[in-house]
């Protein structure tokens, strides 16, 4: 590309984007990995950690910088530890400097596994202690916090409780930053300060008052050696037993990204703890704490049976009842759901031609949607508001409240919608055939109730209140081994013969011609926009 400049790296010419923090351009264009504690590619540039250091070239010859305040400028020549024994000695000084008085807690500390200052120690350190017994350490915390441990060793602060959902470890922190930055910059309620100067600086709160935010746990996430930790997650599990599958908040149309990070044990397992992803087009590095918790949800008032009239039922039993009933059904009334995927809303609309004259498609909801926040989410409840709109499904559930007289069948899916008042009317149709991962009200006022995978169990797409398509992965980790995805209930009562997922894309491709030539591989883990209808209908 033409805009691109040239700097010399390790004496191999790279091309990178001008105006590009030399960090990133070393990561990036160069392929040479810049270790960074301060930086982060979602908070202003504090160049306080020094681990980046590289030398670059100026009037009086090579020259210590630090990466992260640096950027790429034409003609840049760059030596880093893959060419510069000083470059190598100088990150071993600053480790050595970060962990003189770094407390031995990795046996016992959360971020074992994915601690940077492991990590770091490992690719830039690797230097012998020169502290003796005599010097000891001298551990950091606040005046109000410090204690004498059994050996009579004065101690930073140790498990101090920050708030509802953070504890700080005071000794532990290297004063990177990154936990204030957040608070100031994305949050933008300053919550936390550095308190003290120099060598006796630490993290804290302001006095009397908590660390206490709707995003206030992604300060565990950047914080890079364990001194903020989750309460939710503190003591739970050792990351390197824990698997991840890529998904999107299934909550909010903003569909921030993260990842599912699952643990399997025996003959079952468990989902441990969302995390974000990052994606700067959508949620950057963020996720707000309503959204990190959901995986507690996934274990809970699961539906992983069938009822039918009240009573217990195999899920095959189940699914009987409920073609028996679509079957003798004079009227249907089919309602689409924001709340889950194009594949399975295409298997709804698949059930509706199999049945043909007998069978309306609704959709819609009642969910109010409230204001951005301008961090992670949209506030519009209704994860795939934008999808329904895709496959021609307008808001019609008034229409249905208002008709509901006329249907002696109405099915449901992923969408408590008999909870709310206004659907009083439906909820007195005589046959009410629910699809639910979790027990609810709709549920529980179903003649028949089917059990079926949630969405973090379950691979598809949905459509952000961007118009970007995002993909949901499958997480092996299921309540019951026979539950199923909606979509195959569906297609199944439709008579489809599906088998996969892929099925149901290829019956949203067919319905949208915005999806023409959209494939999942072409979606991949960070979405896509979609492409304007005038242009993907080829009308220039």
């Not at 033409?2 to 010419?13: H, K, M, Q």
């Not at 598809?460 to 949901?472: E, F, H, P, S």
Request: net charge neutral.
């Amino acid at each position: 590309m033409s805009n691109l400049i040239t700097i010399t790296v390790d004496g191999r010419e790279v091309q990178v984007p001008p105006r590009t923090q030399l960090i990133e351009a070393l990561r990036g264009p160069a392929q040479v990995e810049t270790p960074a504690f301060c930086y982060h590619q979602d908070l202003s540039v504090a160049g306080n950690c020094r681990i980046c250091l590289v030398e670059v070239e100026g009037p009086r010859g090579f020259a210590f910088g630090i990466a992260c305040h640096m950027q790429a400028a034409p003609g840049m020549k760059v030596r880093t530890q893959n060419s510069s024994d000083r470059v190598k000695w100088a990150r071993r000084g600053v480790m050595e400097s970060l962990l003189v008085n770094h407390p031995l807690d990795c046996p016992i500390c959360d971020k074992a596994g994915e601690c940077t200052l492991q990590e770091h120690y490992m690719g830039q350190g690797k230097h012998e202690s020169r502290l003796t017994d005599e010097v000891g350490k001298q551990y950091k915390g606040g005046a109000d916090h410090r204690f004498t441990d059994t050996k009579g060793i004065e101690r930073g602060g140790k498990a101090i409780d920050l708030g509802p959902t953070v504890v700080l470890d005071q000794e532990r922190c290297i004063v990177c930053s990154r936990c204030v930055r957040f608070m100031d910059e994305v949050a933008k309620d300053s919550q936390l300060a550095i308190a003290g100067r120099g060598d006796h600086a630490y993290i804290t709160t302001f006095p009397g008052q908590p660390l206490d935010h709707a995003y206030d746990l992604n300060v565990t996430d950047i914080c890079p050696v364990g001194a903020l930790t989750g309460k939710h997650f503190r003591f739970q599990q050792r990351v390197w037993n824990l698997k991840s599958v890529e998904s999107i908040d299934p909550s909010d149309s903003l569909g921030a990204n993260l990842t599912i990070d699952y643990a399997i044990t025996g003959e079952g397992g468990k989902v441990w703890r969302l995390m974000p992803r990052r994606n700067p087009d959508v949620n950057k590095s963020w996720i707000a704490n309503r959204t990190r918790m959901l995986y507690e949800r996934l274990a809970e008032n699961r539906l992983v049976e069938g009822r039918v009239a009240g009573a217990p039922a195999t899920l095959a039993e189940a699914e009987r009842a409920a073609a028996l009933a679509l079957s003798g059904a004079r009227k249907i009334a089919i309602v689409a759901s924001g709340h889950t995927t194009l594949e399975e809303n295409a298997a709804a609309l698949a059930l509706a031609d199999a049945l043909g004259n007998r069978a309306e498609v609704f959709a819609g909801s009642w969910l109010p949607a409230g204001t951005p926040d301008g961090i992670a989410l949209s506030n519009d409840p209704v994860a795939n508001r934008a999808g329904l709109k895709l496959l021609g499904l307008g808001d019609t559930l008034d229409d249905l409240a208002r008709r509901a007289g006329e249907f002696d069948a109405v099915v449901l899916f992923h969408h408590d919608l008999l909870a709310d008042a206004k659907a009083a009317p439906i909820a007195s149709i005589a046959n009410r055939i629910v699809l639910d991962a979790w027990d609810t009200a709709s549920a529980k006022a179903a003649t028949v109730a089917i059990g079926v995978r949630a969405w973090a169990e379950i691979r598809g797409t949905m459509v952000n209140c961007k118009d970007r398509i995002q993909l949901l992965q499958a997480c092996p980790v299921v309540p019951s081994a026979d539950l199923e995805p909606a979509w195959a209930i569906l297609a199944r009562l439709a008579g489809a013969g599906w088998t996969s997922e892929i099925d149901g894309w290829k019956a949203a491709v067919a319905r949208s011609p915005r999806l023409t030539g959209i494939t999942y591989r072409a979606i991949g883990p960070m979405g896509m926009a979609l492409p304007q209808a005038a242009v993907a209908a080829g009308v220039a």
